[in-house]
Structure formats: structure tokens, C-alpha cells
């Protein structure tokens, strides 16, 4: 799946949507093509049109506040799909810093990507006792942080819109 980054208006950045959805916008008049991928159009029966890699509204959408939302995938997205006991990137699951039956609650700062044989060895441990060490610390991040940390390895072009 291709992503394009959704500029606001004011050249904000907004989402990450597909290209079909991004087509659409620019074809219905509600957005402007920003960067393309020249080399690459989409080819129809009709015409050939540019392949938008980043794409502006032409319209101002005001969002009070972004965050990105806890889950299975965006947990692994944040950790680099990798375990960060040992690096490991196959077998994948989910491990808690501080396990439920310790009082460990499903946050951001207590969730981190595990394969299954850190996740055994560490069982309902804490680090010290399983004499295991994370990477880093989890942390919950920004929208912006998220999309640039995750999505800037083949969108190179976005980077002036993402600070």
C-alpha cells in the first residue's frame, strides 16, 4: 500500500491516507498534488495522471488534538517490529514492563514489543528479577513523532513538512 501524507491547508500535516483516497481528493478538487512521483503516473484507459506522494487541502480542517491510538500494531510500529529485549524480529507479541499480576496496567509506557522467548523467559517477572533490560524506555508518542519515526523510510520528501 502506498502512502501519501495530508497536508491541512496551512501546509500542516494532517494523516497518512492511501492513494486512493488521496486520488480522490485531488480529483474532486478538494486538494493539490504537493509532490509526485514522477516517474511512476497512474495510468488509466482516459489519461495519465501524476502519483502524489504528498498531498495539500485546499481547505482548512481544524483538529483540536491527535494522538495516536494504543493498540497491537502501532505498538510494534513504534518498536520497529522488533523485540526490545534481544532485537529479534521474529515470533512477535506483546510483553508488559510491569506484568498485570504486579499491577501493570495497558500503556504505552508499560507495553513493548517481545518475542516469544524473552516473553517466557521474562514470565510474570519484573526486569530485575528476569535479570532483562529493554533497549530503551517506552514512551507514548506524538502524532507528528509517530508518522515521521514510521513513516519517513521511503518517503524522504516529506521530511521539510514534518519539522
Given at each position: 500500500?502506498?502512502?501519501?501524507?495530508?497536508?491541512?491547508?496551512?501546509?500542516?500535516?494532517?494523516?497518512?491516507?492511501?492513494?486512493?483516497?488521496?486520488?480522490?481528493?485531488?480529483?474532486?478538487?478538494?486538494?493539490?498534488?504537493?509532490?509526485?512521483?514522477?516517474?511512476?503516473?497512474?495510468?488509466?484507459?482516459?489519461?495519465?495522471?501524476?502519483?502524489?506522494?504528498?498531498?495539500?487541502?485546499?481547505?482548512?480542517?481544524?483538529?483540536?488534538?491527535?494522538?495516536?491510538?494504543?493498540?497491537?500494531?502501532?505498538?510494534?510500529?513504534?518498536?520497529?517490529?522488533?523485540?526490545?529485549?534481544?532485537?529479534?524480529?521474529?515470533?512477535?507479541?506483546?510483553?508488559h514492563v510491569i506484568p498485570k499480576s504486579?499491577?501493570?496496567?495497558?500503556?504505552?509506557?508499560?507495553?513493548?514489543?517481545?518475542?516469544?522467548?524473552?516473553?517466557?523467559?521474562?514470565?510474570?517477572?519484573?526486569?530485575?528479577?528476569?535479570?532483562?533490560?529493554?533497549?530503551?524506555n517506552p514512551y507514548r508518542p506524538t502524532?507528528?513523532?509517530?508518522?515521521?519515526?514510521?513513516?519517513?523510510?521511503?518517503?524522504?520528501?516529506?521530511?521539510?513538512?514534518?519539522?
Amino acid at each position: 500500500m502506498e502512502n501519501i501524507l495530508v497536508l491541512n491547508n496551512d501546509y500542516t500535516p494532517l494523516n497518512i491516507t492511501d492513494l486512493k483516497k488521496a486520488f480522490n481528493l485531488v480529483y474532486k478538487g478538494k486538494a493539490e498534488v504537493v509532490t509526485s512521483n514522477k516517474s511512476n503516473p497512474i495510468i488509466t484507459d482516459l489519461k495519465n495522471y501524476v502519483r502524489p506522494t504528498i498531498i495539500r487541502l485546499l481547505y482548512y480542517i481544524s483538529i483540536p488534538f491527535r494522538k495516536v491510538t494504543l493498540n497491537r500494531e502501532n505498538i510494534f510500529k513504534r518498536d520497529n517490529y522488533e523485540c526490545l529485549y534481544c532485537g529479534s524480529k521474529k515470533n512477535l507479541t506483546i510483553d508488559h514492563v510491569i506484568p498485570k499480576s504486579k499491577g501493570g496496567k495497558n500503556t504505552w509506557k508499560n507495553l513493548v514489543t517481545c518475542c516469544k522467548s524473552c516473553n517466557i523467559q521474562k514470565d510474570s517477572k519484573t526486569l530485575k528479577q528476569a535479570g532483562m533490560e529493554l533497549k530503551y524506555n517506552p514512551y507514548r508518542p506524538t502524532y507528528i513523532q509517530f508518522i515521521k519515526e514510521i513513516s519517513l523510510k521511503d518517503n524522504n520528501d516529506w521530511i521539510p513538512y514534518l519539522g
